[in-house]
T-cell receptor, first 111, second 114 residues
Framework: GQSLEQPSEVTAVEGAIVQINCTYQTSGFYGLSWYQQHDGGAPTFLSYNALDGLEETGRFSSFLSRSDSYGYLLLQELQMKDSASYFCAVRDPGAGNMLTFGGGTRLMVKP | ETGVTQTPRHLVMGMTNKKSLKCEQHLGHNAMYWYKQSAKKPLELMFVYNFKEQTENNSVPSRFSPECPNSSHLFLHLHTLQPEDSALYLC?????????????FGSGTRLTVV
């Protein structure tokens, strides 16, 4: 079967750096995506990694290691508005090429 | 607004009611999706439409019935639901079903079955 594991909750302070890990077990793999969802809001696309390495977009970076079936989202210079849930998702050709999502990590940023 | 609009935002319905959820996008996307989001569970894919054709039905009970009259609109018809069907129902769209780019989600319909 397919599964994506990520921590359920992470707490950090404003200005800090936080890393949200995601390990996946899927029959196939095309890429790892990250989405952000504020309470009551729509999930919004943050990043996509198809190849190993680090992709940086402003304060957010995403990393992938295909050999370890592992990735992470790195958030720097945390702001209060970063408090949200973060989901990793894998595009799996063994699952009709659909996105399979992790359970989400709830990030709480404190002053 | 993300470009994907869902109505209504909130819905309370009895187990014998019939209701419909609506999703609309004018992003020029050709694939549309219904996801179910329950507390403390991963997003569950329900249905996929690609160029108006249903390509996936993820073992969803027949009390949920999708309809895609054109590539801009997607409906989810509900009838004789159960309390465990209470959840946030999210619609999403993407350029095509096989895109490597992100999905655009709507803000969802919060459904409560009483």
């Amino acid at each position: 079967g397919q599964s994506l594991e990520q921590p359920s909750e992470v707490t950090a302070v404003e200005g800090a750096i936080v890393q949200i890990n995601c390990t996946y077990q899927t029959s196939g793999f095309y890429g790892l995506s990250w989405y952000q969802q504020h309470d009551g809001g729509a999930p919004t696309f943050l990043s996509y990694n198809a190849l190993d390495g680090l992709e940086e977009t402003g304060r957010f970076s995403s990393f992938l290691s295909r050999s370890d079936s592992y990735g992470y989202l790195l958030l720097q210079e945390l702001q209060m508005k970063d408090s949200a849930s973060y989901f990793c998702a894998v595009r799996d050709p063994g699952a009709g090429n659909m996105l399979t999502f992790g359970g989400g990590t709830r990030l709480m940023v404190k002053p | 607004e993300t470009g994907v609009t869902q109505t209504p935002r909130h819905l309370v319905m009895g187990m014998t009611n019939k209701k419909s959820l609506k999703c609309e996008q004018h992003l020029g996307h050709n694939a549309m999706y219904w996801y179910k989001q329950s507390a403390k569970k991963p997003l569950e894919l329900m249905f996929v439409y690609n160029f108006k054709e249903q390509t996936e039905n993820n073992s969803v009970p027949s009390r949920f019935s999708p309809e895609c009259p054109n590539s801009s609109h997607l409906f989810l018809h509900l009838h004789t639901l159960q309390p465990e069907d209470s959840a946030l129902y999210l619609c999403a769209s993407s350029q095509t079903r096989d895109t490597n780019y992100g999905y655009t989600f709507g803000s969802g319909t919060r459904l409560t079955v009483v």
